[in-house]
């Protein structure tokens, strides 16, 4: 694990737009062009940390998980996400981007970090739900870009909670 640099941006937004072009896991539905990627979610002025994992053996970048400010009350909550590799995942490269990125939320001062994802994301779903978060809301039948809808989950990872759960939003 080690800290995004500006100049992983090309690999990574290779891994992304793999994950976007096959579809059902993420939200995210349009492609990213390496500077966009990097102004958006690597780098840019709302981020608060990204981190990659790196192969050793050969320098190739297997995921990255990364953390932005929130732009909804309240404000002490970060948003993450998580890229893995296409053929990686469930191999323990999210959860060891989360080890850093847990750490780095509660250097900042955050109290929670929030998790969207896809109803019909299972392998996102288990993955949050395997490192700590709880369900918070849904969003129900939120548009894809052709108009099918599909829900919404939220999941919240108290970062300072004492062992207090967050309070359970309607469904």
């Known amino acids: 694990m080690r800290p995004v640099r500006e100049t992983d941006?090309?690999?990574?937004?290779?891994?992304l737009n793999e994950i976007i072009s096959r579809g059902g896991t993420t939200a995210l539905e349009e492609p990213f062009t390496p500077d966009a990627l990097a102004r958006t979610l690597l780098i840019g002025v709302d981020v608060i940390c990204c981190f990659v994992a790196?192969?050793?053996a050969t320098g190739q970048l297997l995921?990255?998980?990364?953390?932005?400010?929130?732009h909804r009350p309240p404000y002490d909550i970060g948003d993450i996400g998580t890229f893995v590799r296409v053929g990686l995942t469930q191999t323990g490269v999210g959860s060891a981007l989360f080890t850093a990125t847990r750490t780095e939320a509660q250097r900042n001062g955050l109290q929670a970090i929030n998790?969207?994802?896809?109803?019909d994301n299972i392998g996102g779903n288990t993955f949050y739900d395997r490192v700590g978060f709880v369900y918070h809301r849904v969003e129900h039948a939120a548009p894809l870009k052709?108009?099918?809808?599909v829900d919404r989950i939220?999941?919240?990872?108290l970062l300072n909670s004492g062992g207090?759960?967050?309070?359970?939003?309607?469904?």
């Open 9 to 15: 941006a090309s690999e990574l937004a290779t891994l």
């Open 54 to 56: 790196v192969r050793r």
């Open 63 to 70: 995921g990255f998980q990364t953390l932005e400010r929130s």
């Open 115 to 119: 998790a969207s994802i896809r109803a």
């Open 146 to 149: 052709d108009g099918t809808p």
């Open 154 to 157: 939220s999941k919240l990872y």
């Open 164 to 171: 207090e759960t967050p309070p359970q939003a309607e469904a």
